[in-house]
T-cell receptor
Framework: AQSVTQLGSHVSVSEGALVLLRCNYSSSVPPYLFWYVQYPNQGLQLLLKYTTGATLVKGINGFEAEFKKSETSFHLTKPSAHMSDAAEYFCAVSDLLGQAGTALIFGKGTTLSVSS | DTEVTQTPKHLVMGMTNKKSLKCEQHMGHRAMYWYKQKAKKPPELMFVYSYEKLSINESVPSRFSPECPNSSLLNLHLHALQPEDSALYLC?????????????FGQGTRLTVV
């Protein structure tokens, strides 16, 4: 089974500072990786995804992530944090569940706080 | 239309009640999912439907009963729930179950069992 580990359950940054949220994956096959954001009392919104091809992936709201196979990492970054970025962020991997099919498996999440 | 619509948004039910959660998508997606999310936790997979057939049941108690009447609708029937079943229930859909698929999530149903 594939899995993801998010390092740091809570990250705090100042407005305008760099945002770095860490995600490492464990997979025996090339993984398909995703970052989702969840605002309070809301569903999940896809920020970006990596399937194949370019290892630097750009997403919505100025976020990007780089797939590094040698480090088994897929860290999420944003050059300049905005107050509206405060939310819960989940890294996820598309996992093959036996012969039944696939589904997204999520990391434990990282809460991003942004202060003015 | 890239929306997954879930109803109701909030539900309070007693332990002897029977209720249903509904999920609808009109994106032509052939895979649909139910996730359960407790506070401050990640979503946990419950069920996967592929082409209207149940393909994955993650050892969910029988008091949760999924149903997929057609390719656009997904229901979750609830009966004799326990207070610990209180959570946010998320529905999602994806084009298919292929590993490249991304999932679109609904806003969730906040369930409270009293």
């Amino acid at each position: 089974a594939q899995s993801v580990t998010q390092l740091g359950s809570h990250v705090s940054v100042s407005e305008g500072a760099l945002v770095l949220l860490r995600c490492n994956y464990s997979s025996s096959v090339p993984p398909y990786l995703f970052w989702y954001v969840q605002y309070p009392n809301q569903g999940l919104q896809l920020l970006l995804k990596y399937t194949t091809g370019a290892t630097l992936v750009k997403g919505i709201n100025g976020f990007e992530a780089e797939f590094k196979k040698s480090e088994t990492s897929f860290h999420l970054t944003k050059p300049s944090a905005h107050m509206s970025d405060a939310a819960e962020y989940f890294c996820a991997v598309s996992d093959l569940l036996g012969q039944a099919g696939t589904a997204l498996i999520f990391g434990k999440g990282t809460t991003l706080s942004v202060s003015s | 239309d890239t929306e997954v619509t879930q109803t109701p948004k909030h539900l309070v039910m007693g332990m002897t009640n029977k209720k249903s959660l509904k999920c609808e998508q009109h994106m032509g997606h052939r895979a649909m999912y139910w996730y359960k999310q407790k506070a401050k936790k990640p979503p946990e997979l419950m069920f996967v439907y592929s082409y209207e057939k149940l393909s994955i049941n993650e050892s969910v108690p029988s008091r949760f009963s999924p149903e997929c009447p057609n390719s656009s609708l997904l229901n979750l029937h609830l009966h004799a729930l326990q207070p610990e079943d209180s959570a946010l229930y998320l529905c999602a859909s994806s084009q298919d179950e292929g590993v490249v698929g991304e999932a679109f999530f609904g806003q969730g149903t906040r369930l409270t069992v009293v």
